[in-house]
């Protein structure tokens, strides 16, 4: 003879969310994120690490002030510099040495939103004759009269190549 359930009035089955097995539901529990699983062999208590409360931590530099050694300076392009080119003329060019990096701002036009945009291209230095800097590699676009030219030299920072570096010349 075969074994059958008997029927128990108010408890009906249901599948456990967490093995998929058919248990009755007065042998399920529901868990804190609401699943209804076998009791007691898939439920588990809620973990205690989800009731901590955090401190928010206040995280400043009491007295932030700039770092003295980081000086930029900057100066404007004296005339216009077309896209390709390799020199540019500014108005004072008492800060600038052969070995520096220059940062000149371009003007490049949009097309898709029909604007125009403004994009910083730093170059090195090759040579500088009177307020006429030459420097490597060529610009991207063309550079406009009363453009920015940003000097990073003051701190001597310089482009080096790659076969100047060695791992004995690094701090």
Known sequence: MAVTEQYIPGDYK???????????VSKT????????VCYPKC????????????????????????DPKTVTRET?????????????????????????????VLATFNEEWDSTAEQTQWVLVTDVTGTTITFDPILWEKAETGQIVYLSQATGDTFQASGDVTPDSLP
């Open 14 to 24: 249901v599948l456990c969310d967490r093995c998929g097995f058919e248990e009755r």
């Open 76 to 104: 404007t392009l004296a005339s216009d510099s077309a896209k390709g080119s390799n020199q540019i003329e500014v108005v004072d060019a008492t800060y600038i040495a052969q070995g520096n990096s220059v940062g000149i």
């Open 29 to 36: 529990a529901k868990t804190w994120d609401n699943l209804i």
């Open 43 to 66: 439920w588990e208590p809620r973990n205690p690490q989800d009731y901590l409360r955090t401190k928010t931590d206040v995280i400043r530099v009491p007295e932030a002030r700039p």
